[in-house]
């Protein structure tokens, strides 16, 4: 079945600043790959996704990459604000159902 | 309503009660889950649901017993828990089909405390 590992499982970044979260899957047959946002108190609400004949996308301050080949990818938040302060997860879909990484902490310190 | 709700928000429940969790999704979406989250673990998927019919069952103990009377509702009934069942559970539901891709779409939780 299917493994996503995500890292760091903690990050804290200066407003501002970028911040990067990395995940690699073990599935090759995955081709469905969404980030989540996790606030306190809410259930995950999803912020990005890219599917598999993708390398590249972005919306606004938040992108997404993925490198097949390797089986890992990435998001990418530029310019953080505080508001982006919550814990985030990335998961892989393959034809079963979606496993999800452990998430990433993420603190934008103002 | 819309997109995913769920009630109660907490329950605080003793491990000889009977309880039931319950998930509507107001987004015409023909599949139903419930996850577990406890801290520091990724998220833990126990059930599926797809057009009223169990998909998934992910070794869930049988003191956990799900319900989908319609593709609209999801209930989790509960009994007989143990302290470690104290986590988030989270329902959510997608839109499956050929030309969908499992964008999942999740309810806020029931915060979920075993004495």
């Known amino acids: 079945g299917e493994n996503v590992e995500q890292h760091p499982s903690t990050l804290s970044v200066q407003e501002g600043d970028s911040a990067v979260i990395k995940c690699t899957y073990s599935?090759?047959?995955?081709?469905?790959f969404p980030w989540y946002k996790q606030e306190l108190g809410k259930g995950p609400q999803l912020i990005i996704d890219i599917r598999s004949n993708v390398g590249e996308k972005k919306d606004q301050r938040i992108a997404v990459t993925l490198n097949k080949t390797a089986k890992h990818f990435s998001l990418h938040i530029t310019e953080t604000q505080p508001e982006d302060s919550a814990v985030y997860f990335c998961?892989?879909?393959?034809?079963?159902?979606?496993?999800f990484g452990a998430g990433t902490r993420l603190t934008v310190k103002p | 309503e819309t997109g995913v709700t769920q009630t109660p928000r907490h329950l605080v429940m003793g491990m000889t009660n009977k309880k039931s969790l319950k998930c509507e999704q107001h987004?015409?979406?023909?599949?139903m889950y419930w996850y577990k989250q406890s801290a520091k673990k990724p998220l833990e998927l126990m059930f599926v649901y797809n057009f009223k019919e169990q998909t998934e069952n992910n070794s869930v103990p049988s003191r956990f017993s799900p319900e989908c009377p319609n593709s609209s509702h999801l209930f989790l009934h509960l009994h007989t828990l143990q302290p470690e069942d104290s986590a988030l559970y989270l329902c959510?539901?997608?839109?499956?089909?050929?030309?969908?891709?499992?964008?999942?779409?999740f309810g806020p939780g029931t915060r979920l405390t075993v004495l």
């Open positions: 998961a892989a879909f393959p034809a079963r159902d979606m496993r």
């Open positions: 987004l015409g979406h023909n599949a």
């Open positions: 959510a539901s997608s839109q499956l089909g050929r030309n969908h891709y499992n964008e999942q779409f």
């Open positions: 599935d090759s047959a995955s081709n469905y």
